[in-house]
């Protein structure tokens, strides 16, 4: 009788085991983190009631006249690109020389990346003055846009010194999605930029992953890490690698 008590009582601690694994299991999914801010756009109108409802967002109203102004047919297409999570995939890893464009889908969507290399406006930070010191922001930009609409676009950048030989300082760096007007698509940045620099240009990296949730399920479309980077030459770069 005793045996049977300890057999049963092993196996309803194997069964808890066993739950709360399957359990674990689903929240490290990474599928799972990758959360939409809206997942039922199935039509031109329904894109246009989700634009119509962000009240708060300038940018957004700028977006929705454009959008209006766009005839049936592109509309439809319209929605139909922003489903396609993989043609947002293949647009960030297009690779571009700075300033370049490329076009995809027969040329209704662009891929555009930028770089630039700015002082910064020290009089409103909280750094020492030296006359022979520089302070830069150099920034990495890639947007995508449909139909002419700017939908998507990543922004890195990082604050840097020197005095024309040698880097001085970093005085912090930011990666995010700057701008997403596709309410499918959502990014997953990691949580602290890596930063250093080689004695003449300063670097920041961080990673990001794209996916979306179609139909109630998350779906990663890939992941990459985004880089910027600055010289004491006023030069700006940056890249994305996929892996």
């Known amino acids: 009788m005793l045996k049977k008590k300890i057999l049963s009582l ?6 808890i085991i066993l739950t709360m694994s399957s359990v674990a299991y689903a ?30 967002d300038s940018d957004a109203k700028k977006v929705l006249t454009k959008y209006q102004n766009l005839t049936k047919e592109q509309k439809d297409k319209f929605v139909g690109y922003l489903k396609d999570g993989k043609l947002f995939a293949n ?19 662009i891929v555009t990346l930028t770089e630039t290399n700015e002082p910064i406006n020290i009089a409103s930070k909280n750094f020492s003055i030296m006359s022979t010191v520089e302070y830069r922001k150099a920034t990495y930009q890639r947007y995508v846009t449909l139909f002419g609409v700017k ?32 309410p499918l698509l959502m990014s997953e940045w990691g949580d602290e930029p890596t930063e250093w620099d080689d004695g003449t240009t300063a670097y920041s990296t961080n990673d990001v992953t794209f996916g979306a949730m179609i139909e109630g399920y998350g779906i990663q479309y890939g992941s990459a890490e985004l880089g910027v980077w ?3 030459d006023n030069d700006a770069g940056g890249w994305l690698e996929s892996y």
Do not use: M
């Open 151 to 182: 939908i998507l676009q990543t922004t890195s950048y990082v604050n840097y010194s020197h005095d024309g030989t040698s880097i001085i300082d970093i005085q912090g760096s930011r990666h995010w999605t700057s701008i997403n007007y596709n």
């Open 27 to 56: 929240k490290t999914d990474t599928t799972q983190s990758i959360q939409p801010s809206y997942s039922k756009v199935e039509s031109a109108n329904d894109y246009e009631t989700w634009l119509k409802g962000k009240t708060n």
């Open 10 to 15: 092993i196996s309803c601690v194997t069964l």
């Open 91 to 109: 647009a960030f890893s297009t690779p571009l020389k700075p300033g370049e464009s490329k076009s995809l889908a027969n040329g209704d969507v």
């Open 230 to 232: 600055g010289d004491v």
